[in-house]
């Protein structure tokens, strides 16, 4: 059980808007800054979005952020073949002094 | 430009040890906190544990505090994970990652990970 808590999936078709939510608490998303990683089949992750909503450099930016409250979300505008991948949440948690990923969210391109 | 590599893993009996190492080059090595995140076979990322920029502060996962320790040398431009008390639950590909100063615990830079299997 994370303790951010992602959907476990999630799908669109090509051009389509698509979001995945990430859940947490005040002691992590409430109080810090979100990040987002992609990992694509057999690669390691890569940083997508950093501070809740600033693009990673050399990043798409039909990929975008937000954050309120305890809850963040990333979308991805114009989904394309190549968005097919993993993605994740990831906060600094203060009471656990830990970094906290969520579960991650498998996108697919129908 | 930011390459880290991984190297150390393989195939270690239950309760033996293991210490995985990461070289870093391509950016002030001194100056940023290194992350290992590892992802067990077909499962989600699980963080491990970091080292500040001047080894003076390390924090743990729940899963791996009392059986792991991070160290660094700076001089080498090195970051290690010393894995005692192996359990089979430990099997997963061990990935080193940067966090730059500021970063807001961003890890912007990965290695390409190198696999554990704890196996008798």
């Known amino acids: 059980q994370s303790v951010l808590t992602q959907p476990p999936s999630a799908s669109g078709t090509p051009g389509q808007r698509v979001t995945i939510s990430c859940s947490g608490r005040?002691?992590?998303?409430?109080?810090?800054?979100v990040n987002w990683y992609q990992q694509l089949p057999g690669r390691a992750p890569k940083l997508l979005i950093h501070?809740?909503?600033k693009l990673s450099s050399g990043v798409s930016d039909r990929f975008s952020a937000s954050k309120s409250g305890t809850s963040a979300s990333l979308a991805i505008n114009g989904l394309q073949s190549e968005d097919e991948a993993v993605y994740y949440c990831?906060?600094?948690?203060?009471?656990?002094?830990?970094?906290?990923f969520g579960g991650g969210t498998r996108l697919t391109v129908l | 430009q930011v390459q880290l590599v991984e190297s150390g893993g393989g195939v270690v009996q239950p309760g033996k040890s293991l210490r995985l190492s990461c070289a870093a080059s391509?950016?002030?090595?001194?100056?940023?906190?290194m992350h290992w995140v590892r992802q067990a076979p077909g499962r989600g990322l699980e963080w491990v544990g970091f080292?500040?920029?001047?080894?003076?502060?390390?924090e743990y996962g729940e899963s791996v505090k009392g059986r792991f320790t991070i160290s660094r040398d700076n001089s080498k431009n090195m970051v290690y994970l010393q894995m005692n008390s192996l359990r089979g639950e430990d099997t997963a590909v061990y990935y080193c990652?940067?966090?730059?100063?500021?970063?807001?615990?961003?890890?912007?830079?990965w290695g390409q990970g190198t696999l554990v299997t704890v196996s008798s």
């Open positions: 990831a906060v600094w948690d203060d009471s656990l002094k830990a970094v906290v």
């Open positions: 391509g950016f002030t090595f001194r100056t940023d906190a």
């Open positions: 005040s002691s992590n998303v409430g109080g810090r800054p």
């Open positions: 501070n809740s909503d």
């Open positions: 080292i500040w920029y001047d080894g003076s502060e390390k």
């Open positions: 990652a940067r966090d730059p100063a500021g970063s807001g615990w961003a890890l912007d830079s």
